[in-house]
């Protein structure tokens, strides 16, 4: 049974930073691509950014590309997210992901397992 965690969460200031964390567990993860998205009370979730786990390429949502970065740590089998410059509206309550088949895309629909979340607040 696949598990992500996700950590590293919490309250910035606009401009400041924060790094996101997801441990993975109980899969092989060789071929997938893993991905965060975000979503805001009545919204659906936003995608932020992907990277295969075993090629390192990348991709990322227009409003977040050019500040945040993705990156993954295959001996950890932990999945980052740096995000730089932060504006009031990223705050939302951010996941991680995984598609098992690795198509590297943007929907939600794509991915196959999820965290449970963790909140980021940037205050203005």
């Known amino acids: 049974q696949v598990q992500l965690v996700e950590s590293g969460g919490g309250l910035a200031q606009a401009g400041g930073s924060l790094r996101l964390s997801c441990a993975a567990s109980?899969?092989?993860?060789?071929?997938?691509?893993m991905g965060w998205f975000r979503q805001t009370p009545g919204k659906g979730r936003e995608f932020v950014a992907a990277?295969?786990?075993?090629?390192?390429?990348?991709y990322y949502g227009s409003s977040v590309k050019g500040r945040f970065t993705i990156s993954r740590d295959n001996a950890k089998n932990t999945l980052y997210l740096q995000m730089n410059s932060l504006k009031p509206e990223d705050t939302a309550v951010y996941y991680c992901?995984?598609?098992?088949?690795?198509?590297?895309?943007?929907?939600?629909?794509?991915?196959?397992?999820w965290g449970q979340g963790t909140q980021v607040t940037v205050s203005s």
């Open positions: 109980g899969g092989t993860f060789s071929r997938a691509t």
């Open positions: 992901a995984v598609d098992r088949d690795g198509y590297m895309s943007g929907r939600d629909t794509d991915y196959d397992y």
């Open positions: 990277v295969r786990w075993g090629g390192g390429a990348t």
